[in-house]
T-cell receptor
Framework: KQEVTQIPAALSVPEGENLVLNCSFT??????LQWFRQDPGKGLTSLLL?????REQTSGRLNASLDKSSGRSTLYIAASQPGDSATYLC???????????FGTGTKLQVIP | ETGVTQTPRHLVMGMTNKKSLKCEQH?????MYWYKQSAKKPLELMFV???????ENNSVPSRFSPECPNSSHLFLHLHTLQPEDSALYLC????????????FGEGSWLTVV
């Protein structure tokens, strides 16, 4: 059974700092790995999706990497802003009709 | 706006009530899902529908009854719920063709009193 862990559970950083969020998964036979953002009381917004054949994906100030062999993914946020404050979740997809396992998320607070 | 719309956004119901949550997507996706999100717990998959056919029921109690009349609409019928069923219920959809970004709705906050 796939298990997804995100560390730390919460993170507080000053504005402008670069930061890394971690995601680990136990089953390396994944189809893709997605990172999501969730604002309080809202749904999830997809940030980046990395296919199993890829090593990283970039979107603006966000860069996500994937190392299947070690069962890890990281989300790098450059020059953090208060608007980045949210909970970030990763999800490992082993393919087929819905075998996506979510982590519990990292709650990020960027302090002005 | 993600293209997945959920109504109502907030719902308070008694344990003997019958209510329904609705989800609608016009993204041309063929797979739709219900997830439950409780505090301090990972998202829990409840049901999966692919082309209107249920392909996954993740051991969900029968007081939750899904319905998928077409590939654009998904309902979750609620009956005789318990207070521990209070949570954020999220609907999602995807194409399930391989390049599968998952799109979520804003969720329906359910409180059972």
């Amino acid at each position: 059974k796939q298990e997804v862990t995100q560390i730390p559970a919460a993170l507080s950083v000053p504005e402008g700092e670069n930061l890394v969020l971690n995601c680990s998964f136990t089953d390396s036979a994944i189809y893709n790995l997605q990172w999501f953002r969730q604002d309080p009381g809202k749904g999830l917004t997809s940030l980046l999706l990395i296919q199993s054949s890829q090593r990283e994906q970039t979107s603006g100030r966000l860069n996500a990497s994937l190392d299947k062999s070690s069962g890890r993914s990281t989300l790098y946020i450059a020059a953090s802003q208060p608007g980045d404050s949210a909970t970030y979740l990763c999800a490992a997809d082993v393919g087929g009709y819905q075998k996506v396992t979510f982590g519990t998320g990292t709650k990020l607070q960027v302090i002005p | 706006e993600t293209g997945v719309t959920q109504t109502p956004r907030h719902l308070v119901m008694g344990m003997t009530n019958k209510k329904s949550l609705k989800c609608e997507q016009h993204l041309g996706h063929n797979a739709m899902y219900w997830y439950k999100q409780s505090a301090k717990k990972p998202l829990e998959l409840m049901f999966v529908y692919n082309f209107k056919e249920q392909t996954e029921n993740n051991s969900v109690p029968s007081r939750f009854s899904p319905e998928c009349p077409n590939s654009s609409h998904l309902f979750l019928h609620l009956h005789t719920l318990q207070p521990e069923d209070s949570a954020l219920y999220l609907c999602a959809s995807t194409t399930r063709t391989g390049e599968d970004t998952i799109y979520f709705g804003e969720g329906s906050w359910l409180t059972v009193v």
